[in-house]
């Protein structure tokens, strides 16, 4: 059955934006039935308008506790039949409540090669520390911040004339193309989450998911 996929944005929704041209292409074998954003000037909601896709605004300043608002985001979720909930840069601590109702099914992509850098700032943080190599991961959600099991991580080198902006944009390019393949495996029930492990064609994954270099794609 064609899965349902609801995304949460908070901003410009260029990892959005990916998603769509994967469904558009049938890469994906889904359908993005809502678009939810915690910010009403959220560029990403026009990208979705654009695509004729349902979009909703649950301001959370609106709000005066993260568990009215994780309410609201549930039924919402709930109300659209969401089979797989992507976070596309939505930039909300989510309660663990929230987080445990919908193990197994909510994604995240993060820019850092977690374990490493979890949190803000993690080009920088990366530079700063001389890494060798920046990305990011796509990971599912658990009550732990950016701590889930790890689907696939994209990989680049760090150049030593990078700032944070040019390996966001470098990152960003691998972002693009590892969160619609995830998204594709799910759709397929080739990647699927029981109880927080991972299994690709039934077999568990290992602990970093899969890779993919910058270097591969250009
Ligand atoms: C992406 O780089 C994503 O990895 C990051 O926000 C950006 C959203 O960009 N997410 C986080 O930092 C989550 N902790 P986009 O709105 O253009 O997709």
């Known amino acids: 059955m064609t899965k349902r996929i609801a995304v949460l944005i908070s901003g410009s929704g260029s990892n959005l934006q990916a998603i769509i041209d994967a469904v558009s292409k049938k890469q994906i074998n889904g359908e993005i039935v809502l678009v939810i954003s915690n910010k009403g000037d959220a560029y990403g909601l026009q990208r979705a308008q654009q695509a004729n896709i349902e979009t909703q605004v649950l301001q959370h300043t609106d709000y005066d506790s993260r568990e009215a608002f994780d309410k609201d985001l549930s039924n919402a979720l709930i109300a659209a039949k969401a089979d797989v909930i992507v976070l596309a840069g939505f930039m909300r601590i989510l309660t663990e409540q929230f987080v445990n109702q919908f ?116």
């Open 103 to 218: 193990q197994d099914k909510m994604l995240n992509i993060h820019p850092s090669l977690l374990p490493k850098y979890k949190g803000l700032n993690t080009h920088q943080r990366a530079i700063d520390a001389k890494d060798s190599h920046a990305g990011c991961s796509v990971h599912y959600v658990t009550a732990e911040l950016d701590g889930g099991p790890i689907a696939m991580q994209g990989i680049t080198a760090i150049d030593v004339t990078d700032d944070a902006e040019q390996l966001a944009q470098k990152v960003h390019r691998l972002e693009h193309i590892i969160y619609p393949k995830v998204i594709s495996w799910i759709c397929d029930d080739q990647l699927t989450s029981i109880d927080n492990r991972l299994y690709f064609n039934s077999e568990l994954l290992d602990e970093t998911g899969f890779k993919l270099s910058l270097d591969d794609v250009q």
